[in-house]
Structure formats: C-alpha cells, structure tokens
C-alpha cells in the first residue's frame, strides 16, 4: 500500500528527515514511536504532503510522487486524498455540528450529494460511538467526542490510508480509553493505519510493526513483542527505560 524510498526534509539549514526507506502493507499497522525531535510528525505529514519532503519518493495504492522537482497543485490535492489525517488538535468547525463536520469534505471537496453525504456521515459517527451526539457542536462534546468526530470526518472522505498523529496527546487520562477503541475498530476492519503514539500499550496491542525513530532515521523496526521486549538497538533500550 505505501513504499517510501530515500525520503529526505530540510527546514534550511536543518535536516529532519536523513533518508527514510519504508514498505507497508495493505491492512496493516505500523505505529511510530521516539523522542521528541526525531522526526516522526513531519515524516507524517510529508505523506500526505502537508510538508513537501525536499528529496525521495512516495508511492500511496499504486500513485507515484518524486520530489526531485516541483509538484503542479493538482497532484498534490489528487494525492492527498489517497490519506485521511487526524491531528493532536481536533481543528472541527466549531459553527457546525458534528454531523454537518463530518459532510463537509464529501459535499465540497467531492460533490457527493446531501444526502447520500448525511447518510454516510451518521453511519460514521455511530461507528465512533457518536450516533446520540450527531447534532451537538463541539463546544457540547468532550475532548475525546471531538477527537472521534474527527477520525469520522478523515473516513468520510474514503481514504486509502489513515494517519494518526499522537491523537492522544491533548485529551485527559480517562478520555484516551474511546479513542483507542474508535482506532482499534478501524484497525480489525482492516484499514491501513500509520500512528505516531506515546500510547504504548496501544502500540502494543494493535500494532503490527513498531518503528522506533531518532534523530530523523528509522533505528530500529520490528513486531511489538521485538521491540518492546528484545529491542536490538542500546539507543531505543535506553528510550523504552525511560517511558515505561
């Protein structure tokens, strides 16, 4: 589903991302875990081209994009929309409920009728747990119910690959549990999903690749019970010691 050869991105002088090369499957999980500055948002975002990468080449479901030279608008929108992206902010409209949230991109972006868009945008939110909160606007709706609102509105636009960056990070501790569910659900319906995560008993339990980065490289990859139990690597040891 993604290949990802010699993926490169300088912010001037700095040099986040040194060269990432990276398969992953249809269906399958990988989450992406490392300390603070390694790299893993902005190789996020360079998937869906929120950060145009300065150097390599992405491929999303058989679409090709190199960075050796620029990119016309049209490509990057056409291949945006292979990924559906949820942030650490939930960024919904707060003049709209979250139903109407959840129909904005189809309606707009793909001119999918009303209807058909409302129809699709309920079955959504029940499947988040949200069917009872359809009307309520975000300022009625918690962290967490603002958070699934949003993993609803990335579905509605029927992406090929979900990205998450650290959808966690903003909510309170009892908040996490609905979230993690929402993305578990996805997750066993077979949806290919790229997580960065401090979440480690999700990376745990639903991963099926952790990839450890520093210092805008991958160190170290493996299944969970690789990395969290045999790491190879002093450096992710000496990481994992630190947050568990």
């Known amino acids: ?16 991302l040194r060269g990432i090369d990276l398969n992953i499957e249809q269906g399958k999980v ?3 875990i490392g300390p603070s500055g390694s790299g893993k948002t902005t190789f996020l975002r360079c ?11 992405i491929i ?3 679409q090709e994009v190199s960075f050796e030279k620029n990119l016309p608008k049209q490509k990057i929108t056409s ?4 990924t559906g992206m949820v942030f650490q902010s939930y960024n919904l409209f707060p003049h709209k409920t979250a139903l109407e949230n959840v129909m904005e ?33 975000p300022f009625q709706l918690s962290g967490g119910q ?31 549990g609905d979230v993690l569910k929402a993305m578990k659900d996805l997750a066993k319906e077979g949806m290919t999903m790229v997580v960065v995560t401090h979440e480690m008993r999700f990376a745990r339990e639903v991963a099926d690749e952790v990839i450890f ?10 299944t969970p019970e690789e990395i969290f139990q045999k790491p190879k690597e002093e450096r992710t040891r000496r990481f994992l010691n630190m947050i568990q």
């Open 1 to 16: 589903m993604i290949n990802i050869t010699n993926l490169h991105k300088s912010f001037d002088d700095l040099h986040v």
């Open 30 to 32: 990988v989450v992406l």
């Open 47 to 57: 998937l869906n081209l929120l950060e145009l990468p300065t150097n390599g080449k």
């Open 60 to 62: 999303i479901d058989n």
């Open 79 to 82: 291949f945006r929309s292979l």
């Open 105 to 137: 991109g189809p309606v707009i972006v793909k001119g999918v009728p009303k209807q058909k868009a409302k129809e699709r945008a309920v079955s959504l939110l029940q499947k988040v747990g949200l069917g009872d909160k359809v009307n309520f606007y």
């Open 146 to 176: 603002q958070q699934r609102v949003g993993i609803a509105r990335a579905m509605a636009m029927d992406p090929k690959v979900m990205l998450f960056d650290e959808p966690t990070s903003a909510l309170d501790p009892e908040l996490v």
């Open 213 to 222: 980065m520093d210092q805008g490289v991958i160190m170290e990859r493996g």
